[in-house]
C-alpha cells in the first residue's frame, strides 16, 4: 500500500502546460458542430478583443513594434524561432509551424477544423480599432506553418 | 496563436460566451462533453492504477501548470487529496485586468472530475468555499466493499 505527499509552490515550475492546447482545440470544434462557423469567430473575437484589449491600446500607442513584441514573446514561450520582417508601416511574421498544431498532432488530438481562426481572427480582433490590418497570408492546416501580414490600412 | 500560458483567460471567455449563448445548461453541456472527450488519459490512469493513476495524472498538470498546491495519497486509507493553496487558473484570471472571470468558472473543476471518477467507483469531493481566494480542496476516495 502506497502512501505519497508532495508540495510545491508556484515558484517551483514554468507555467508551460502545451495540453491547454488540446482543450482549447476540443472547444473550437464543440462551437463549430453546436453553433456554427461563426459562433467560432464571433468568440475568439470575443476573447481577444478583451483579453487583448492592452496590446490593442498599445498598437495605437507604438504601432507595429508593439505587435512585433507581442509575437515575439508569444513564441518564445512555446519555443518557437519566428521571422519578422518589415517596415513601421508593415511587418510579416513567418512561423515555420504552431506549437499547439505540433503538440496536438504529438499527442494525437484533434485539430479543430477551425483553429486557423486562432491565427486569423484573433490577430484581426486585435488590429480593430487601430490604424492597421491582419491578413493570414498562408496557413497550412496540416503543421500551422503559417505566414501572416500586418499592414498600415490605406487611407 | 493563443499560447497555451494565454489558455485560462480563452477558457473563461468560452464560458461566458457560451452563457450568453444557451444559459447554465449551454455551459454545463460544454463541461459534460469535454469531460466525455477529453479526459481519456485520466481516465485510464484511474481505471488501470486507481487512486495512483489520479496522483499520476494530477502530478504532471499541477506541476506544468505551476500550481501551489499540497497532494497525498494513501492507499490503505482509499483516499486521495489535492489541497489547492493558491490555483494557477483561477489566480490569473482574478489578476487579468481586462477579463471578468466567468462567475462559475471553479464549477468545471467539479463536473469535468466526477464525471470521470465517480462512474469508475470513486467518490469525488471538491470544496469551492474559498474559490474567491483561488484556493480549493479535492478528495477522491476508494468507495467501501458492501
Known amino acids: 500500500m502506497t502512501r505519497l505527499s508532495i508540495q510545491r509552490t508556484a ?30 469567430r464571433r468568440y475568439l473575437r470575443q476573447f481577444a478583443r478583451t483579453f487583448y484589449a492592452p496590446l490593442t491600446r498599445d498598437l495605437n500607442v507604438r504601432g507595429l513594434a508593439a505587435m512585433r513584441a ?24 513567418a512561423v515555420p509551424y504552431c506549437p499547439a498544431v ?22 484581426a480582433a486585435i488590429c480593430e480599432d487601430t490604424p492597421f490590418t491582419a491578413e493570414l497570408l498562408e496557413y497550412d492546416a496540416e503543421t500551422g506553418r503559417a505566414r501572416v501580414r500586418f499592414s498600415r490600412r490605406s487611407a | 496563436m493563443i499560447p497555451c500560458t494565454h489558455f485560462i483567460p480563452a ?11 444557451g444559459g ?10 469535454l469531460s466525455d472527450n477529453y479526459l481519456d488519459n485520466l ?25 501551489d498546491f499540497t497532494m497525498t495519497v494513501d492507499e490503505e486509507a482509499g483516499e486521495f487529496r489535492i489541497t489547492m493553496h493558491r490555483c494557477p487558473s483561477k489566480s490569473r484570471l482574478l489578476e487579468c485586468p481586462d477579463i471578468i472571470p466567468y462567475p462559475h468558472y471553479c464549477s468545471h473543476c467539479d463536473t469535468l472530475y466526477r464525471r470521470v471518477l465517480e462512474p469508475l467507483g470513486f467518490h469525488y469531493q ?7 481566494e483561488a484556493a480549493c480542496e479535492v478528495v477522491v476516495r476508494t468507495k467501501p466493499s458492501i
Open chain 1, 11 to 40: 515558484a517551483d515550475n514554468p507555467y508551460l502546460h502545451k495540453d491547454f492546447h488540446g482543450a482549447l482545440s476540443t472547444g473550437i470544434d464543440y462551437l463549430q458542430r453546436i453553433y456554427g462557423d461563426d459562433a467560432v
Open chain 1, 70 to 93: 507581442h509575437l515575439e514573446a508569444i513564441y518564445a514561450v512555446e519555443g518557437v524561432e519566428i521571422s519578422l520582417t518589415g517596415t513601421e508601416d508593415e511587418l510579416v511574421l
Open chain 1, 102 to 123: 505540433r503538440h496536438l498532432r504529438a499527442k494525437h488530438y484533434p485539430v479543430a477544423a477551425l483553429f486557423v481562426e486562432t491565427t486569423r481572427t484573433v490577430y
Open chain 2, 11 to 21: 477558457y473563461s471567455e468560452l464560458f461566458t460566451f457560451l452563457d450568453h449563448e
Open chain 2, 24 to 33: 447554465d445548461a449551454a455551459v454545463l453541456d460544454f463541461w459534460n462533453y
Open chain 2, 43 to 67: 481516465r485510464e490512469l484511474a481505471t488501470t492504477q486507481g487512486l495512483l493513476g489520479c496522483w499520476q495524472y494530477w502530478q504532471q498538470t499541477l506541476n506544468e501548470e505551476a500550481a
Open chain 2, 126 to 132: 471538491i470544496d469551492l468555499s474559498r474559490c474567491d
